[in-house]
């Protein structure tokens, strides 16, 4: 099984999906003698274009609204002349007086593009819409633009959870959108091995991917269905505020009913490291931030040969480990992949250095523990070591849902399942391998983790933004960068869930509430069963 396709519901979902499809883009090897890491047959479709040439285009459905796809064409430079020919056969062969809207004119980047020529450097002025700096070219049947709706509209704004639901409803009854929209693709795939749905939550876009889930999963059984949920933290008026969490509330109810795996991607992390210089303003930068994560953790799914590929399926059985937990914390380091090959050289000679000096003299020249990966874990525990706390955390926890014990301590988080793609030298794939033969001779219940490495680095490409300062020489980096990305489950989504499930209980309407309430404790339970913090008698406090 190896093909995925995927689902894009919005805005920031777009600028988001146009950096990953950016960067699949760049994986294309056309020297013969070079053989891409990467299968591309997982996220593109062949075909052929109204000329006859050989094409590859995403396997991607996109959805926005009226106004949002900028420039970009739904007929594109590889469809002109079918165009043209489709028009030619009309029926009426009296007058016609066309009348257009005033195109918006294309990016200086997608010109440049266009003409091959060398791209003048985007700024996030320069960036008005998330075509203005797409590298490919989608299927036209792939492009679907919601006409009901315009975008930014002050009259008839999409934001309530419920027209998005109505909307669905109104068009899947006119149209039947899997079949219209999804199932050319479907049907082009040999072994379908997931989707995935990049979606807001915060908006109507959450009913709307909620109700498309509902159809999917109808339809296609025990697949596997992933959902980054991004939700957006720009600041609003009070009323707006609570009804984005109130969408919030609800998506996440809605879409761990139908998805096998829920990630939280906040716009603006609620841990950031001090390398990351970027505009929580400008959805360029802050869905660059969110694509290397994305793209990073996704890659084990499509690397070369088959044989070291790792589907979703078999990365949600380790972050899940035999629960029914669904909702996975995502996080990530960045890193300049020379200074930490140059870090590792100098831990293996340290390491050799010290068995030397063992084997002279018993007891002497230990060798320096590695530190832990997420506080709480016990450091007994083999498979943790090596790992370490990483710096971007894109799972949003306020001040008011931080766990607490007696005497206001903060209380350990659990962690029953990790996965961890590490693109560059993080750690000696030895100790890797090690890791992860003891974690799959565990039994089900404690702690699994599963860690899949690659030499192929994070690209950073001309359309992708420098907001990482990783040496004191420069201010950016146009390097590709090493990137270690992680999705956990772990106790400290149950008291996100309580202060969703508190919030509802004021903001929802009575006839919803208790249902919605109820639905929200089933999926805190997920995270508490089998560990009861409360019971912890180690008498330590997190550092």
């Known amino acids: 099984m190896h093909e995925i396709v995927t689902l894009q519901f919005g805005q920031q979902s777009n600028y988001l999906g146009t950096h990953f499809w950016n960067t699949q883009e760049s994986y294309f090897t056309y020297d013969s003698q070079t053989e891409s890491p990467v299968d ?81 450097q985007l700024t996030p002025e320069s960036v008005r819409y998330w075509s203005d700096y797409s590298r490919v070219y989608f299927h036209p049947k792939g492009l679907v633009q919601l006409h009901e709706y315009e975008l930014q509209s002050r009259i008839m704004p999409f934001e309530a959870w419920d027209a998005g639901g ?33 979606t807001g939550v915060d ?46 509330a609800r998506s996440l109810s809605a879409l761990t009913e139908q998805a096998t795996a829920y990630i939280p991607l906040l716009d603006q992390p609620s841990k950031t490291p001090s390398y990351l210089t970027y505009s929580p303003s400008s959805r360029w930068h802050t869905s660059a931030l969110q694509a290397a994560a994305l793209e990073s953790m996704t890659l084990p799914s ?49 390491a050799e250095k010290a068995r030397e000096a063992k084997m002279g003299k018993p007891g002497a020249g230990k060798p320096p523990r590695p530190s832990r990966a997420y506080e709480g874990l016990d450091e007994e525990d083999d498979e943790n070591q090596g ?95 090493a990137v270690q990305a992680s999705l956990a489950t772990s106790t400290g989504i149950t008291e996100r869930v309580r202060g969703m499930a508190a919030l509802v209980g004021r903001t929802v309407a009575l006839d919803e509430r208790e249902a919605l309430s109820n639905a929200l404790q089933t999926l805190r339970e997920e995270y508490e069963e089998g560990w009861d913090s409360e019971l912890d008698d180690s008498g330590e406090d997190d550092e």
């Not at 066309?98 to 593009?113: C, D, G, K, L, N």
């Not at 109808?218 to 008026?237: M, N, R």
């Not at 399942?417 to 391998?433: F, H, M, N, T, Y």
């Open 302 to 350: 499509r690397l070369k040969p088959a044989s070291q590929r790792h589907t979703f399926a078999e990365m949600e059985a380790a972050f899940n480990n035999g629960g029914n937990r669904r909702i996975a914390e995502l996080s990530m380091s960045v890193a300049d992949p020379e200074a930490l090959t140059a870090r590792l050289r100098e831990e293996e000679e340290a």
């Open 387 to 481: 790992a370490r706390a990483l710096d971007v955390e894109f799972l949003g926890i306020g001040p008011e849902q931080v766990q607490r014990g007696m005497g206001g301590r903060k209380k350990r988080v659990h962690v029953f399942g990790r996965v961890d793609s590490l693109r560059g030298d993080w750690e000696q794939a030895e100790k890797i391998e090690e890791q992860n033969a003891k974690a799959r001779d565990r039994f089900a219940g404690s702690k699994m983790v599963q860690r899949y490495t690659t030499p192929l680095l994070f690209p950073h490409l001309d359309s992708y933004p420098p907001i990482f300062r990783l040496n004191s020489t420069a201010a950016t980096t146009t390097r590709a960068l």
């Open 166 to 198: 109505e909307l669905f409803g109104e068009l899947d009854k006119e149209h039947d959108l899997l079949d219209r929209d999804l199932r050319p693709f479907i049907e082009e795939c040999d072994q379908l091995q997931a989707l995935q749905m990049m």
């Open 40 to 120: 591309h047959d997982v996220h593109f479709r062949p075909g052929i274009g109204a000329d006859g040439s050989d094409t590859f285009m995403p396997r991607a459905v996109i959805y926005d609204l009226k106004g949002a796809f900028g420039s970009l064409k739904k007929i594109n430079a590889l469809y002109d002349p079918l165009e043209e020919a489709e028009t030619s056969a009309g029926l009426w062969q009296g007058t016609t007086v066309p009348i257009r809207a005033e195109p918006i004119a294309p990016s200086t980047y997608t010109q440049h593009m266009d003409a091959g020529l060398e791209p003048p």
């Open 203 to 248: 908006d109507a876009w959450g009913g709307f991917s909620s109700r498309y889930a509902e159809r999917l999963r109808d339809e296609f059984g025990k697949l596997s269905i992933w959902v980054w949920a991004l939700e957006d933290e720009e600041k609003k008026a009070r009323d707006k505020k609570l009804l984005a969490l109130t969408n919030r």
